[in-house]
């Protein structure tokens, strides 16, 4: 981080497969519109239940993108 | 939620009648400009007084969408 | 509050007309199966949306009731 | 909000009806002691149960009041 | 969710292998006494250290599950 | 903590003595209907007023036990 | 509490003896200058410390009381 | 702090020039009614804005004063 | 506020010179891309240290702006 | 305090008897290796639980001591 | 635990691999310099993002370890 | 940050001048006595009060620095 100005945006990915799928699929989507995607912090971490296992992971990230000058 | 990915947003409604008016207001205004609103989430409930009376509520929502495929 | 002990449960009820309407579903489910319901609080405040409107208020309580001596 | 000092005092409004009548009630006895009320924040809902169903909602309240210059 | 009522219980799982195993441990015993789960939300995650090495994660859940109508 | 999966559940204790008496009186009751109370957590202190002194200290715990395997 | 209005103030009492003490000493001299005293959160423990030892502690009370109707 | 009692007060103050400034004005201002007051604790700061620059710095602090003995 | 409807952006801004310059420069520009700027919020403060000094200050805000009705 | 720097560091005191030996121990343990120990702010109270009664509690504080000028 | 002391020190790991590698390499260099390393408590997960990708994970743990008696 | 670890220390700064001042002093503290010092988050700020006017500015910060290899 430098002199620059940032924007945070709250996404929530999710994955049948892990905690970490989910952030992925959060920031893949969060790059495909957004320029300059420099970092996440999670937020929140939760899931539903089908026939008592996890069926998706839910993760809620703030993605901090840099603003254009 | 299923395998889709979501983006949180948020949006302070204000009504002179309830909180759930003011609840309403903000969902009505989001769904103008956003297409898939799924849930909200309260965030904060607050408002100002005039004359020794409510003037208006004031409710800060994070109010979910699914981002298109 | 005496000297007795107390239990708190986390319940989540869901109504389409209004929160208090929710934290009343909350509490008359509770007090099929508990006895001594003496308090609420108020956790968590959440809902989802069905064609750009409350679909559901869905309130979340820990409800305090009195264990037997 | 101006050039002004506030103040902030913590009431907890109670009402058999409704979350917004307690926060009313809280508002107005707040109102005949206290000059230039201009705004609240809601700390905490609660409130008692009798015979399986809400005996008071009780709300406590941030009611913020402009200081004398 | 739709007009049922839900419970939150606190489960914490433990596991060797990894987070995603420990809510999966969590999940499974919850689901051995419990009908219709639903949800999860991890409330805290830590776990104890043996040889240099993490010896388990210890996950703590609340789980949500619908009451019987 | 090893392999097993524990549950955690919300209990108040109150004692006119000392904070102390408030645990062990919650801990004691809960150890009548749960077996394999292994921790608790201090998630609350109050109490009520009396003439101008303490009347009882509420003092809520989250109690951790081991569910059977 | 029934359909009055309460208010909170917040108060730190210190004692070299115990945190029982600070308690008491708090709402001891709350009750000088307020009447209907009725209850107390603790917000916060802390103290200083002389020759390795704690000098006094200090706790952070919300002292409710009954506003005169 | 020593064996005393102290007791805290929220106050904001505000100012266009800096958020130690809106400090200082509301010390400034709990002063001029209170007795002995020893401490602050900044609990907010937020502002608003006017035509595109900060308007007014608001600093909500809490004011701990000693009480007479 | 009014009878509007607002949104609330988190944009982290950034300054060699002080907090509230940091401030500013994340208020100029939201203001850039957005109409009827009204208030700000601050969320986080820190900074990267250069050299034993701090290099930036990095300022998290909510920026509150009113939606065209 | 005054123009200092001060440290803090995160101790966890137990002890069989009260929550306040606790807090001594964790101080005095401190005080066998820091200079200049001024002040503790209790963070967290929890214990274990051994047959039915409190085995040990645990209290985890931050201990402030002032750095060598 | 026992009738120990107890210290808990902050460290943040990283690695491109998940977020329990990220744990795993907290621990270690923890264990390099510490005795007795005997549990964590995860505090914060967050990233930064490489080409749309997640380039570290970075968990911040609290690590607890005996002091020797 | 990359692929190293990270450790975060808690200094307090005071200032007679500025907040900036007091987290200036704070990190000007730790560079004496630690390595590759690299960021810095405000976690309290307060000061205490001399004749009506700040006597200091107490800020908390959480520093971390990179652990050597």
Redesign the interface.
């Known amino acids: ?16 497969i ?3 799928d989910a ?7 969060a ?1 495909e519109s957004l320029k300059h ?6 937020v ?6 089908v026939d ?3 069926g ?3 993760v ?1 990230l ?3 993108f840099r ?1 254009n000058d």
């Open positions: 981080m430098s002199d620059h100005v940032y924007k945070k945006t709250e996404i929530v990915g999710s994955s049948k892990s905690i970490e952030i992925q699929q959060a920031i893949a989507r790059d995607v420099e970092w996440f912090e999670v929140e971490t939760r899931g539903h239940v008592g296992k996890v998706h992971y839910q809620t703030k993605i901090g603003l």
